[in-house]
């Protein structure tokens, strides 16, 4: 069965199975001790939710994607630092280095790749986030991986059109008209489940 779709509203379930069978079988060992297996991990929402309670973590999927989301899952750990954070913009000062800081310290789980029903783009705080990779400019970067997974139509603007067709091009990517990925994404909406945002471990 080929499923997409978010397990964010299994979590319960799995956590009291996962709990059931290790009672029954005399498992005293505490989470902390145990290693949680997430072989279908997606957007990593229960691995997450397993880490969160002490235990170790694998995951796969065969997604790229996934792989990129578990790894900050797995690897991050605790709140950013607020005097880090300071550190660091002092070093970006420093260099010349142009950079936006966001202030709420929380991340969104944008879900997985399917059709949503209806455009996100006019309640999505990413429209502008304008990005580029492979040499093309997309209206943000969510955008663009959909598109290198060949899960949305690749909307990019190459970089090499004439500048006369690129100015044309780009005028209609900041027009307002939405991005067809946009139909395919929760972005930064209400949609999206907020994440604790991590440092590095």
């Known amino acids: 069965m080929n499923y997409i779709g978010s397990k964010f509203s299994l979590i319960d379930f799995l ?9 029954s079988n005399g498992e005293i060992r ?7 297996a997430d072989l279908f991990a997606g957007t990593g929402v229960v691995c ?22 578990t790894k900050h899952i797995i690897e991050n750990n605790g709140n950013l630092d607020k005097n880090k954070c300071e550190q660091l913009i002092e070093k970006l000062k420093k260099f010349g280095v142009h950079y936006i800081y966001l202030k709420d310290q929380t991340w969104k789980d944008m879900g997985e790749v399917f059709h949503r029903g209806s455009n996100r783009f006019d309640d999505c705080n990413m429209k502008r986030c304008t990005s580029l990779y492979e040499g093309k400019i997309y209206v943000c970067s969510r955008a663009a991986i959909m598109a290198k997974m060949g899960k949305v139509p ?3 603007i190459p970089l090499t059109l004439p500048a006369k067709r690129l100015k044309t091009e780009l005028k209609r990517l900041y027009s307002g008209k939405y991005s067809k990925a ?8 209400q949609y999206a489940i907020e994440i604790v945002a991590g440092e590095q471990g």
Do not use: H, R, W
């Open 48 to 69: 997450g939710s397993f880490k969160q309670d002490g235990y170790s973590i694998i995951a796969n999927d065969i997604q790229y994607y996934s792989y990129v989301i």
């Open 30 to 36: 505490t989470p902390n001790e145990m290693v949680f």
């Open 15 to 23: 956590k009291s199975s996962v709990t059931t069978v290790l009672k």
């Open 182 to 189: 946009c139909s395919y994404c929760d972005g930064d909406t």
């Open 154 to 156: 690749d909307e990019g």
